[in-house]
């Protein structure tokens, strides 16, 4: 009932885990060569608090676990990447063709190919992804993206 990152934000802040990537269901833990045989108690006593308290799951509205259809190849990657190209919001992408990826993180496969028209609902997905705190690669800090054309 708890959400990936409020997860992933309990166990770094109350149990002193690091998740190495979260997304709206799961946690994904890494054990590496730094950790020893205290790693494993740590984590397990870290649930071990979480499962004794009722944790508040916090709805969220949206289209949650919808992935949009894939784009509709217009020109190949390659065309597209070497394309001229100029940048729009994202609001504005919805029927032109994408001049570069657009992979959201986690989990980090693209959504969007060079190349591929950029669809209305994969434009409400990615704003979906960003409300969830997900990183999207090829979206600039000012939420614009590069697309085919002067």
Known sequence: GVEGRALAE?????GRVQV????????LLLFSLADGAWSIP??????????????????RAGVVGYEPR?????????????APHRWVP????????????LVPYPPGIPLCWPGELIGKD??????ELQAWGHAIQGL??????AVVGE
């Open 10 to 14: 309990i166990l770094r802040e109350e």
């Open 20 to 27: 190495e990537a979260w997304g709206r269901r799961h946690v």
């Open 42 to 59: 740590r984590v397990r006593q870290a649930f071990s608090v979480l499962l004794s308290r009722p944790l508040v799951a916090k709805p």
């Open 70 to 82: 894939p784009g509709r190849p217009v020109l190949t990657p390659r065309e597209a990447f070497m």
């Open 90 to 101: 994202l609001d504005a992408a919805a029927g032109e063709i994408a001049a570069q990826a």
């Open 122 to 127: 994969l434009v409400a997905y990615l704003r």
């Open 140 to 145: 600039t800090d000012e939420g614009e993206v």
